[in-house]
T-cell receptor, first 115, second 114 residues
Framework: DGGITQSPKYLFRKEGQNVTLSCEQN?????MYWYRQDPGQGLRLIYY???????QKGDIAEGYSVSREKKESFPLTVTSAQKNPTAFYLC??????????????FGPGTRLTVL | AQSVTQPDIHITVSEGASLELRCNYS??????LFWYVQSPGQGLQLLLK??????LVQGIKGFEAEFKRSQSSFNLRKPSVHWSDAAEYFC????????????FGQGTELSVKP
């Protein structure tokens, strides 16, 4: 079955530690996205990548970093510079620039709690 | 500035009653419009989308939405709500040549009374 996997579903870290969230897709999509979700704030875009080895900052990139070394993988690192990292993180993918229009497919999410 | 507004943070309806969730957008380009649904602790599932053509679009689970360009709206409707429809609903807007980026509304949480 094609889809997006995020692991782990729950993640706990101590304050000051970097942590990397995994996102893998087997949909052969070019574009991938990371969102942060907080109660009452909808989804906010952290980073996105339209093609391998390229990515752009979204609206709230500070304190986060990404890489896109493979088409199917787009890991997100939450660094110690992120002031309030506890949140629900969603990864998504879409066909990308080859599509005349695009819809995003979402993974199940990772809930990160920083203690 | 581009934006999406869902005026209702929380709506409660009785099972079997009709439902309308509001979505208004501000977008300079010709928009693509989406409605997603999210169950607690889960990812988002696409309910329906509008790209062009017929302004009344049908989606999964008996939902429909109507694009009204003059009102910059894309309201979601369902004639008879089921208890399993309780979830959070997100409206989103995108445009061609925007790299697939979407702007999401803040969401509307739907509760269903028995």
């Amino acid at each position: 079955d094609g889809g997006i996997t995020q692991s782990p579903k729950y993640l706990f870290r101590k304050e000051g530690q970097n942590v990397t969230l995994s996102c893998e897709q087997n949909l052969n999509h070019d574009a991938m996205y990371w969102y942060r979700q907080d109660p009452g704030q909808g989804l906010r875009l952290i980073y996105y990548s339209q093609i391998v080895n390229d990515f752009q900052k979204g609206d709230i990139a500070e304190g986060y970093s990404v890489s896109r070394e493979k088409k199917e993988s787009f890991p997100l690192t939450v660094t110690s510079a992120q002031k309030n990292p506890t949140a629900f993180y969603l990864c998504a993918s879409s066909i990308g620039f080859q599509a005349l229009w695009d819809e995003q497919f979402f993974g199940p999410g990772t809930r990160l709690t920083v203690l | 500035a581009q934006s999406v507004t869902q005026p209702d943070i929380h709506i409660t309806v009785s099972e079997g009653a009709s439902l309308e969730l509001r979505c208004n957008y501000s977008y300079g380009a010709t928009p693509y419009l989406f409605w997603y649904v999210q169950s607690p602790g889960q990812g988002l599932q696409l309910l329906l989308k509008y790209f062009s053509g017929d302004t009344l679009v049908q989606g999964i689970k008996g939902f429909e939405a109507e694009f009204k360009r003059s009102q910059s709206s894309f309201n979601l409707r369902k004639p008879s709500v089921h208890w399993s429809d309780a979830a959070e609903y997100f409206c989103a807007v995108g445009a061609r040549n925007q790299g697939g980026k979407l702007i999401f509304g803040q969401g509307t949480e739907l509760s269903v009374k028995p």
